[in-house]
């Protein structure tokens, strides 16, 4: 769906920063990139053994390529480092921490000064702007409010630009549409999980979202999605979504983001200095090849981050882009390097199966790959209601069509189960979709 | 002829379904008249005839079960030895297949009807309506 609002399409929130030419972009970069090396070495004993290790100071960073010449970050130095080996300046300049689930072990910590959460701010700011957003809107910010970023940086983005913003957090979902209703939301920030729910309870209600509610626009992000469930969303709500990009380790969301030509996201080049590796050599790759995103904060005062192995997989789309602005493009996130698992020695991403399902008519939103065995995968299935028409063979027929589909897509044959709509476990916050209950 | 409809219930093979259906049914006053239930690569589907058609459907929506209605053949039959054999042979004759088909027994050793589901239902009942045959009636039983 392309925006109508074509009026705000050429609007920006900093105009000149947005639109900076290469050369002025690069000059800066490398001043930044020297600020931030400096800072590092200067603060933290973990980079400053790196640098020395590396051969590298900031006074010999000369160029944007020295940047190559020093390791990764990766989260594992994250979880080390916990709680504060990374801070780069005395601990009473930093105002706030966040942390990064971990399924085992610490946490990863990120600590903002004052001007981080300014600068995220801002980006979110920037980020608004640019999908039509303005201070006339209304925001319904269903992202967890806490220790995750999601929610509160945000926030503080749409405060800035002076939009009302509702912080209900996620869940409680009679109350997200009583909200909707009485303070006439135009705008929601969702889990694209928690998006599918939060439609088959208006559908449920009997409420009729094109005429009784005023939404345009929504950000997603949080979770990994395929288009086709955004192409889904989008239909269901009658709206525009925007992908939004972001990871804790960076400020949270905003780090890239969709403009109204939605042909990738933005990312922020005079914040984060970007680079795409390939995930097992960690060679950097030419312009235009997927690989994995790692990003090297710029403005970061509390906790500079030097190549940051993001784990999640995506391109640069090279060229200009339309709506005028000049910071490069990548995808949408492709797969992560941690979501991945192996079936049969074959390398198979989550997003490649949900791509694959949301295709066919007649499979519901809700899904689930379940792993016993090396062998094999189960892939429990939703039918949706309206297909429903006591014929065994229209079922069967379906069953057939997604095995066939899917095993295209992955190259193994699954099994698939068919179940009942609102019958597989729906999260309101972070979707889990992979069941690995193989033991080793 | 009536238009008889029977209820289709979507079911993952796992144990209940059949019991919360008979639960509502059984709140609701609704009588099961036929019943018939086939299973299948890991699901299945329930078919009922039932004395209050529309409340049922309705009731099963309500109770979120996945079910849809479809129209059937009822078609009298004795109760007794070559009762089943009268009906098939003229569905046969005219080259109707029978897709699915359970019987509803009125009068045990008298009377029967033996519900089938065919492909194309209109044609179907353009074919029989010559033929010496009784329908079901709902609203006598």
Known sequence: MKSSDSSSKHVFWQ????????????????????????????????????????????????????????PFTTNDDLRAQYPYGLLAMPKDGAIRVHTSSGTTGKPKAILFSRNDIDNAANLIARCLVMTGTGKHDILQNMMTYGLFTGALVMHYGAEKLGVLVLPVGPGNTDRQISFMRDFGTTVFHITPSYALYLASVLQERGIDIKKELHLKRAYMGAEPYTEETKDKIERLFGIDVYNSYGLTEMNGPGVAFECQQKNGMHLWEDYFLMEIIDPATGEVLEEGMKGELVLTTLRREAMPLIRYRTRD???????????????????????????????????????????????????????????????????????????????????????????????????????????????????????????????? | MDKIMQISVFSENKPGKIEKITRI???????????????????GI??????????????????????????????????????????????????????????????????????VEVKDIEKAKEILAHEQLTFLNLKSC
């Open chain 1, 15 to 70: 105009h000149a920063e947005e639109t900076i030419e290469q050369n002025a972009l690069n000059s800066l970069q490398l001043s930044c990139l020297r600020e931030t090396i400096q800072r590092a070495y200067q603060h933290v004993p973990f980079y400053r053994t790196r640098c020395d290790e590396a051969g590298i100071s900031p006074e010999k960073t000369n160029s944007l390529d020295d940047l190559k010449k020093l």
């Open chain 2, 25 to 43: 049914f059984s709140e609701k006053a609704i009588n099961i008249l036929a019943i018939s239930i086939t299973s299948t690569n890991g699901f």
């Open chain 1, 313 to 440: 997989i995506t391109k640069i789309i090279p060229g200009p882009c339309s709506c005028g602005r000049t910071h490069r493009r990548i995808t949408r996130i492709l797969g992560r390097s941690d979501d991945m698992f192996v079936v049969r020695g074959v390398n198979i991403f989550p997003q490649q199966i949900e791509r694959v399902l949301m295709s066919i008519p007649g499979v519901a939103e809700n899904y689930q790959i379940v792993l016993d065995s090396y062998d094999h995968l189960t892939i429990n299935v939703e039918i949706s209601k309206n297909i429903f028409d006591g014929t065994i063979e229209h079922l069967l027929d379906l069953q057939a069509h997604i095995i066939d589909k899917v095993r295209a897509e992955i190259l193994v044959k699954p099994k698939v189960a068919l179940h009942e709509p609102g019958t597989l476990p729906i999260s309101e916050g972070k979707a889990k979709r992979v069941i690995d209950n193989r033991t080793i």
């Open chain 2, 46 to 115: 329930i078919k009922l005839l039932v004395d209050k058609c529309d409340l049922a459907y309705q009731e099963l929506q309500k109770a979120g079960i996945t079910v849809s209605l479809s129209e059937v053949l009822a078609i009298e039959m004795k109760d007794s030895p070559g009762g089943m054999y009268e009906v098939s042979h003229i569905l046969s004759k005219h080259g109707i297949n029978i897709e699915n088909a359970y019987v509803y027994v009125v009068e045990s050793r008298t009377r029967a009807y033996l519900l």
